[in-house]
């Protein structure tokens, strides 16, 4: 029979998991700080623990999911006792560095354990589209895999506990700075009377054809050569005629002017006739 599950925190994201394994009939003990919040889950067949030692003890794999590193530690850290011998998954978001410091403290106290990177919101949980990377212990998620496809499709990353938190910024930064993207060109439409939603109609197919070039970057920073040829080069890209136009609209070139800022240290650095992915080389060695 498949394994018993607790889940600590019944936040937006907490009941959700928990919800999904209630609904595949998994056995799920829930607690959460706050009173009030395991209604709707114990009417669907959860229990409920009246603290959070008796909701650890309840089940051989703890999931975990607050607010922040630090408030897992506030609730875990007096219960190592109880923890030792289980497996603990923590699915809260923290630093690759407060992941690594959660391995190391949970292999002390005989806890074996996985840290989860959640690449969805709440409501994609349980459906086709949502993602959660895993680092740590190979032997929890090879255990436990078929459970996790409960809530996502599940990708294990590295041993080193702290990699599915980077592989989440690093995902992140990239969305945050697209969406800044869009951001700008949608201002820059908005004095000519355009609305953001008839961009956003033109801008979604550009974005996801234009997806189709992160390969070819990868091979040219992969192969360390900005010199190969059939590359659009550092000069050709030089956008101060995309500044000129953004100001001329008077609206701020701000997401634009960093990208600027990227290619001309490049530029003042010897390299315009590479191509336009030396950029990275901006980014790796800040200040050079
Ligand atoms: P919520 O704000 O909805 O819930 C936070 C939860 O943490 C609540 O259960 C809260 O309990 C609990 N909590 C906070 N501080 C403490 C503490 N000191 N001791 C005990 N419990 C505490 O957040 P989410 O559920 O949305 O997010 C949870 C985690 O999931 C976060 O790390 C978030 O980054 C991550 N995540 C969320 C995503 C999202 O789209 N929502 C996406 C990807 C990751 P109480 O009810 O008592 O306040």
Redesign the pocket.
Known sequence: HATDVTVL???????ALAETLVKAGVRTTVW???AG?AQALVAQGAREAAHAAEAVRASPLVVV????H??VH??LDPLVDDLAGRTLVN????TPEQARRSALWAAEAQIAYLDG??????SMIGQPGASILYSGSQKVFRHHASLFEHWATSTYVDEDAGLASLYDFALLSAMYVMFAGFMQGAAMLAPAGIPASRFAAMAAPWLTAMTGELAGYAEVIDGGDYTVPGQQSLTFSHLGLFIEAIADQGVSPEPIAMVQRLIQQQVDAGHGTEGFARIIESLKHPGN
Do not use: H
Not at 9 to 15: E, N, T
């Open positions: 925190g019944l936040g937006a994201m907490g009941s959460n700080r706050s919040r999911c607050l607010f922040d630090d408030s506030e609730v699915l809260t978001t923290t990177g959640i690449m969805a919101v709440p």
